[in-house]
């Protein structure tokens, strides 16, 4: 028999847990078209994370697979194209232990029509469901990336700013979506939740403040 680099029972948990997760982020529409991918660690070496191009809507259990740290499959199939930004945070950080990315219409408006380097979200109550934050009056700096096809330059180009000036929670790709990670699957969950509410808030606050 083949002996597997991590848990089998974790790999079945993780795999459970994404396909029950993916089905829940596609149904707030925000991850329309096949597009976003999730991940969720097994162990030091390894993850889960969805195949490529599958339909987030219909996520199953066998939409997931492994991939070591690298990003190199560890099972059959192709892992998500996207895979080494999940492997980037996981690699950095030894306490992240789930990577959403999501494609919202908040997020695309907002890296699209305003051209800054990144979003500041602050004095919102729902703030209090990131990680670590307790009070309302807190601030998050969420930096802004500009697209490329070049996902192992970007993933460098992330690593080095986190290395500089230590990103928390989230960061934005211009035109693209939203990189969040967490501690855990729920708790990165309830963070997409209130990041993904409050940009589409932010927008609605731009639009009606003509800006
Ligand atoms: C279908 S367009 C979106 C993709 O290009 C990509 O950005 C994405 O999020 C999904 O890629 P995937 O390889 O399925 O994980
Ligand atoms: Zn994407």
Not at 49 to 62: A, C, V
Not at 114 to 129: F, Q, V
Request: charged share 20%; net charge negative.
């Amino acid at each position: 028999m083949i002996e597997r680099p991590y848990s089998t029972a974790v790999y079945r948990d993780a795999a459970h847990a994404l396909a029950t997760i993916g089905q829940r982020i596609y149904q707030h529409g925000w991850s329309p078209a096949t597009s976003s991918n999730y991940s969720v660690r097994l162990n030091a070496s390894h993850a889960a994370i969805t195949r490529s191009g599958k339909d987030k809507g219909l996520l199953q259990e066998t939409d997931i697979m492994a991939v070591d740290m690298n990003g190199q499959a560890a099972s059959d199939g192709k892992p998500s194209a996207e895979t080494l930004l999940h492997t980037q945070l996981y690699r950095r950080h030894d306490t992240v232990g789930a990577v959403l990315h999501t494609h919202s219409h908040a997020s695309t408006v907002l890296t699209m029509h305003w051209p800054a380097n990144s979003i500041t979200l602050e004095g919102y109550e729902l703030l209090k469901a990131l990680e670590g934050f307790t009070t309302h009056d807190s601030r998050l700096v969420i930096p802004v990336f500009d697209n490329t096809q070049d996902i192992a330059a970007l993933a460098d180009q992330v690593d080095a700013a986190m290395a500089d000036d230590g990103i928390s929670h989230a960061y934005l790709i211009r035109g693209h979506g939203l990189y969040t990670w967490a501690s855990d699957l729920p708790t990165c969950y309830r963070q997409l939740e209130a990041l993904e509410t409050l940009l589409a808030i932010e927008l609605d606050r731009r639009r009606l403040q003509g800006v």
